[in-house]
């Protein structure tokens, strides 16, 4: 399945990334070789094998959350850039809706 250019620029804006027309050429092959492969698993029949979630018999990697104890709030302070009030103080990255 060989892609269009505009598909690959397309792709390449959702991505964000600056391609020159022969990087654009260049994904454009590489792309499409993966979607072929992508149809080539398409064909397999897999009617017989039952959905998974997990194929491992693990079942709960994870320990239990339990309380222990931290650093002293000075120690975990000591390399904040900034700190108000006993907290870290940080740059605010959303604006208040109005």
């Not at 698993?41 to 693990?58: E, K, N, R």
């Amino acid at each position: 399945m060989l892609l269009t250019m505009e598909d690959v620029e397309h792709v390449a804006r959702l991505a964000r990334l600056r391609l020159s027309p022969d990087e654009l050429e260049h994904m454009r092959d590489q792309l499409s070789k993966i979607l072929d492969h992508f149809q080539m698993l398409q064909q397999i029949d897999v009617s017989a094998v039952p959905p998974t979630a997990q194929v491992t018999d693990l079942i709960n990697v994870m320990r239990e959350d339990e309380v222990r104890p931290s650093l002293p709030r000075e120690q975990a302070l000591a390399n904040a850039p900034e700190q108000q009030d006993g907290m870290f103080r940080v740059r605010a990255i959303f604006e208040e809706a109005s």
